[in-house]
């Protein structure tokens, strides 16, 4: 069965079909480096990993590269505000991130590339589009002739006459047209900047990901990827960028991610209700955060809430559960019976059914619903009165298989006394606040690990069973 992708330019499912046989060259948009990542960051690099996860599972050779922005407006005002240089608070975010998605099982690209390290193709690609008469230079900024581009709106599906409304030019601004966008930007005083043909200065947003797909990937990718809130004008301006400068397709297939609302709102810096990947891991497995994330298909909405992880917690605690139960069964395991292999016929039938979910436009949710009928299917195996090694065995490889599909470990490590006391303070002051759901379960998440609490008059003892 072929994988199927929604493709946002098209506005339905395609057939993936790449570029070259057997490989993928998939591109993108990472953070901008200027503060710790959000849940918003998380989601398109848990996401867009799991996706080249599965690519490598079916068999791929898959080039992925993430980008940084690492100069821009928001990098020039913490700069400011902190009394750092750029480069210093950029370095400091970018170490941050890995640290983060790493916790939350991202493998790293093959290339991170940096708009700092790449200015020589930047402004390579500028003076081509200037060359070609899609770009102007005004006073010490460059523009985009967005006119220019026939074909300009197709990925968010407006016109130039629906984009016209509303369009303006601002104050300080140069350009020729509301609708043109910058390419380069002269240099303020005191600001970071970068010799060019049209003075210091330095890239606007949109070019640096037109330059570096090019120069790391090629002019035709297969698969570029990012939130859905990149869609327009982001991406719609790296296509009008690169679609003008080469005449060929930039991406075949474009792949955009849901919005994440926060108790049910959509999350903004505005509101002030944007919540750092960094808290979260201090408090919750990083890897229950991967697991909420993918149990929502990517392109639908997600709400985050911390009552609705702590479910996630209880739902990838009883799926581990079934996995140490198989594994404890395995060694008095011996009788062969007649059904074995109707219970293998059944394990493979779902892992077919777990391969047709992802094919579906990478269907998470879905899959995910397959492990739970894997676990409920373990459970009842394991109440037989005879049980065989080669099924149990089956039934572990599964899990392990499905697991490290989705980036995900079905043995969760064990526990450092510290990270224990902290679970039972956590706990003891659940129960203070009557909040005995999560009281029970953090008791039931100690003991699946072996970890025996007793309630005593002068507190809580505990051992390792």
Not at 303 to 330: F, G, V
Request: proline fraction near 3%; glycine fraction near 6%; charge should be negative.
């Amino acid at each position: 069965m072929a994988i199927k992708i929604y493709n946002t330019l098209t506005r339905k499912k395609e057939e993936f079909k790449p570029l070259e046989e057997g490989k993928v060259k998939m591109y993108v948009c990472g953070p901008t480096v200027y503060n710790y990542i959000h849940i918003g960051n998380a989601r398109p690099a848990i996401v867009f990993d799991t996706v080249r996860r599965y690519f490598e599972y079916r068999g791929y050779d898959i080039k992925y590269v993430s980008n940084f922005t690492d100069v821009d407006d928001k990098l020039i005002r913490a700069a400011k505000e902190l009394g750092e240089d750029v480069p210093t608070i950029s370095d400091r975010f970018i170490n941050a991130y890995f640290e983060d998605v790493t916790e939350l099982g991202c493998k790293r690209a093959d290339a991170h590339p940096r708009v700092m390290e790449n200015m020589d193709i930047i402004i390579e690609f500028i003076e081509a589009l200037i060359e070609k008469g899609y770009a102007y230079e005004a006073e010490g900024d460059v523009y985009y002739r967005t006119r220019e581009f026939d074909t300009y709106g197709k990925l968010s599906q407006q016109s130039i006459d629906e984009l016209r409304v509303g369009a303006r030019i601002e104050v300080g601004e140069k350009k020729q047209d509301a609708l043109d966008f910058a390419l380069w930007k002269a240099a303020k005083e005191g600001e970071i900047s970068w010799d060019s043909p049209w003075g210091s200065g330095r890239p606007g947003w949109h070019i640096e990901c037109s330059a570096m797909v090019r120069k790391y990937l090629g002019e035709t990718i297969d698969i570029h990827a990012g939130g859905q809130d990149l869609a327009f004008p982001h991406h719609e301006n790296e296509i009008a960028q690169s679609e003008a400068l080469t005449g060929k397709p930039f991406a075949n297939y474009w792949m955009h991610n849901g919005y994440i609302n926060i108790d049910n709102e959509k999350m903004s810096k505005s509101l002030g209700n944007f919540v750092l990947v960094h808290d979260i891991i201090q408090k919750h497995d990083p890897e229950v955060l991967r697991f909420f994330m993918l149990s929502v298909h990517y392109r639908h909405p997600i709400n985050y809430s911390e009552e609705l992880l702590s479910n996630m917690q209880a739902s990838l605690d009883r799926l581990r559960t079934s996995y140490q139960n198989l594994e404890h069964r395995l060694g008095s395991s011996d009788c062969l019976t007649d059904d074995n292999q109707e219970w293998l016929g059944k394990i493979s039938s779902l892992h077919d059914q777990f391969i047709a979910e992802m094919d579906d436009d990478f269907n998470t949710a879905n899959a995910i619903s397959v492990l739970f009928e894997l676990s409920r299917q373990a459970n009842y195996y394991l109440m037989e009165k005879n049980t065989h090694k080669e099924v149990i065995q089956a039934f572990l490889d599964q899990f392990q298989d499905l697991f490290q599909m989705l980036g995900l470990t079905v043995e969760e490590e064990a526990l450092l006394d510290e990270e224990i006391e902290k679970l039972i303070q956590e706990r003891n002051q659940a129960r203070k606040d009557r909040n005995f759901q999560r009281s029970d379960e953090i008791r039931d998440r100690l003991k699946d690990m072996n970890i025996i609490l007793e309630d005593t008059p002068q507190g809580t003892r505990w051992k390792r069973g």
